[in-house]
């Protein structure tokens, strides 16, 4: 993270569904490698992370909903992998599913990180899962451990900044 290096990235007592799309296997078991390891840094314990095998990106919205109405959940990780091709599937399955997972945050009042890589072509999916890009899995689990501080911080009257 950079712009948000001031909120606290503290998984201790957090739970977190993570959301795993099984197309473009990979790169998305690359992107879970990473959320996983983001989790762990930021103090989390490993027996409060579950992972949820998806079929693809698009089923992601609909099951991190699953997650977030048991309650048994602090955030819903998504990572997936969307590659264009050569007609216009891949912006209608990002466009929904990013307008999903963010209309799920709103209404559950917990966050569903956006760790969906939408990318041209597989050599940039490399990159952006633990090549030069950087890995989103661990963006996306960091932006949620961060959410939920802030979350918490808001529902108990504490100041903006969370450390």
């Known amino acids: 993270m950079t ?14 569904a993570v959301l795993v799309s099984r197309y473009h296997v990979e790169i998305t078991s690359a992107l879970e490698t990473g959320a996983r390891r983001a989790f762990i840094e ?3 314990d490993p027996e409060q992370l579950e992972i949820f095998d998806c079929p693809g990106a698009f089923e992601l ?3 991190a ?12 990780v998504c990572l997936g992998c969307v590659i264009r091709g050569e007609t216009s599937h891949d912006a209608w399955i ?7 997972l963010a209309a799920l945050s709103s209404r559950h009042g917990r966050p569903a990180a956006f760790g969906v890589i939408t990318c041209n072509d597989l050599d940039q999916a490399r990159a952006r899962s633990g090549g030069a890009r950087g890995n989103k899995g661990v963006e996306a689990m960091q932006a949620a451990i961060a959410a939920v501080r802030v979350g918490f911080a808001i529902r108990h009257g504490q100041d903006g900044v969370v450390s």
């Open 94 to 100: 990002n466009s929904a599913v990013a307008n999903e």
């Open 3 to 16: 712009a948000s290096d001031n909120i606290a990235a503290d998984a201790a007592g957090i739970r977190v």
């Open 61 to 63: 919205a609909g099951l």
């Open 65 to 76: 909903s699953v997650a977030l109405e048991t309650g048994r959940f602090d955030a819903a």
């Open 42 to 44: 930021a103090g989390g």
